[in-house]
C-alpha cells in the first residue's frame, strides 16, 4: 500500500535524561530532545494485517493535516526536529482520520463490515490511575497513531475497536460517504476543542459572552461550538486575513487583528468591555498558544464568574495577574486532547444534526502523493483544515 512513511535517528541530546520507558521502547517524551535527521516520503508499505481480536481494519478515506504533522518534519540547526512531544520512528503519520471497515477482529461486537468511523488519537489503556480516575487524555501508558505507532496517511490502518466510532449518522444526514470521511477527519480538532470548552472549563451559560484567541482548525472549532451553544456576542481575535475571514464563516460576530488594535492605539480588553457593555467575557477560548499577549487581555476583560480555557501549547513561562481571577472568582483550566468521556459521540451529534458544520474550515483538499504540497500549507498558518483523500482503488 501507499503511505507517508517517516524516519528519524534516535540520538539523544547530551544531558538528556532518557526516562525508563524512553530506554526500553525506543520513544520520547519530548521529540526534540531525541529525533534526529527526520525525514519522510510516500513510498510503499506492507499492508497492516489485524494481529489482535479486537482490532479492526480500515480503508481509510480522509486524514486531516496537523501542524503537528508539518511541525515534526522541521529541523533545528543541529538536525534536530522542532516537535517537542511524544513520538517514535520509524512511522507512517497522521492521526486525525476516518475509513471503513473492511475486516474485523474475533472479539469486535460494536463493529461490523460497511460501518465508517473515526478515529481518536489518544489511546488511551484504561487501567493506569489517570484512566482510573477519568482523565483519559492523560493516560500514563498513553499511545498516539500517527506518533508512536502506524497512522492514517495511508492507504489502510489497523486500529483497536474502542476507539473508533461511527459515522453512519453523517452519511444519512448529508447522503453522501467522502462527507461522511471529511467531517470524520475533522472530529479530532473539534474534539479537543470540545473537550476544552466543556469537559475541562464546564461550558458557557448561554446569553454569556465568548472570546477566541487564535482562528486556527481549533480556534475555528471553538467559535463553531460557542456559537452553537449559546454565546451571546462571540468574538475572535487572529492576526491573518484568511483566518480572521473563517471565523466569520464559522460563527463569529466580530473578529479582530490583535496586531492592527495595537498599533491603532487600541486596548483590546476595552473593546472586549465596550462590546460587552461592561460585562465582559464568559468565556475565553486560548487557542493561539500566544500567552503572553493574550493573559493580561483575558485578565482585564473577565466577567463575573468568567473561565480561561488554555487550549493552545506555548513555550516558557507566562506572568499571569492572578487578582483579577480571584476578585472576579474566575478559573483558568488547562486542557490537551480529546479522548473519552463521550466526546466523539457527542461532536458526530453535532455535525449529524447540522449544528455545526467543519466542512466550511475545509480550504484545501490533496491526495496522498501530494501530501507535500499539503504538509506546506498546514503550515502556512493562513489556511485552514487541509484534507487528504486516501482512497486509491
Known sequence: MRAFYVEAEFAPKKGYPLSKREEETKRSKRGNSIWKNIKGSVTDRPEPKITDDKQVLLRVGVAGICGTDAHLLKMDDDGYTLYDGHSKYPIIT????????????????????????????????????????????????????GLTYDGGFAEYATVQEKYCYKLNDIEKFYGDKMTAFEMGAMIEPVGVAYNGLFERGGGLRPGGHAAVFGAGPIGLAAVALLKTSGAAKLVCFETTQERRDLALKMGADYVYDPIALANE??????????????????????????????????????????????????????????????????????????????????????????????????TARVSLENIHEGLAMADNRVSGKVLVSCRYK
Not at 481518536?120 to 483519559?136: K, L, N, P, Q, V
Not at 461532536?347 to 458544520?357: F, Q, T
Open 265 to 362: 492605539g487600541v486596548d483590546s480588553a476595552e473593546l472586549l468591555l465596550d462590546i460587552t457593555d461592561g460585562r465582559g467575557i464568559s468565556i475565553f477560548a486560548e487557542c493561539a498558544g500566544a500567552t503572553k499577549a493574550t493573559y493580561p487581555v483575558m485578565a482585564k476583560s473577565l466577567a463575573i464568574g468568567g473561565k480561561t480555557i488554555q487550549i493552545g501549547h506555548t513555550v516558557g513561562l507566562t506572568p499571569v495577574d492572578l487578582y483579577p481571577y480571584q476578585f472576579n472568582a474566575g478559573m483558568i483550566s488547562g486542557s490537551n486532547g480529546q479522548s473519552g468521556l463521550g466526546i466523539y459521540r457527542d461532536v458526530i451529534a453535532l455535525m449529524a444534526s447540522g449544528r455545526i458544520d467543519m466542512l466550511k474550515m475545509a
Open 94 to 145: 497522521g492521526h486525525e482520520f476516518s475509513g471503513e471497515v473492511v475486516e474485523v477482529g474475533k472479539a469486535v461486537t460494536r463493529l461490523k463490515v460497511g460501518d465508517l468511523v473515526s478515529v481518536e488519537s489518544m489511546h488511551w489503556c484504561g487501567e493506569c490511575d489517570a484512566c482510573r480516575s477519568g482523565y483519559f487524555n492523560q493516560c500514563q501508558m498513553l499511545e498516539e497513531p
